[in-house]
């Protein structure tokens, strides 16, 4: 699970702006359940890039704060 978070992001907003798009589609007869699974299997994919990138943030944060002593080593 790589990528920044401002990668996430963008992602994330490129996502939303399918949402809106799938949602007005859906509501003229489109192909909805495949399109809603595949939408929200791409958002929890994202979500979960997300997360991972916002722990990488707070282990470096750790780290940089541990290593300058402003933080008790184990935290």
């Known amino acids: 699970?790589?990528?920044s978070v401002a990668e996430w992001l963008a992602c994330w907003s490129q996502a939303q702006k399918g949402l809106g798009l799938n949602r007005s589609r859906d509501a003229v007869g489109g192909n909805s359940l495949r399109q809603t699974v595949h939408?929200?299997?791409a958002s929890v994919h994202q979500s979960a890039k997300l997360v991972a990138a916002l722990i990488r943030v707070?282990?470096?944060?750790?780290?940089?704060?541990e290593s300058n002593g402003s933080l008790p080593p184990g935290l």
């Open 58 to 65: 707070a282990r470096v944060t750790a780290d940089l704060a």
């Open 1 to 3: 699970m790589g990528g």
């Open 39 to 41: 939408t929200h299997r």
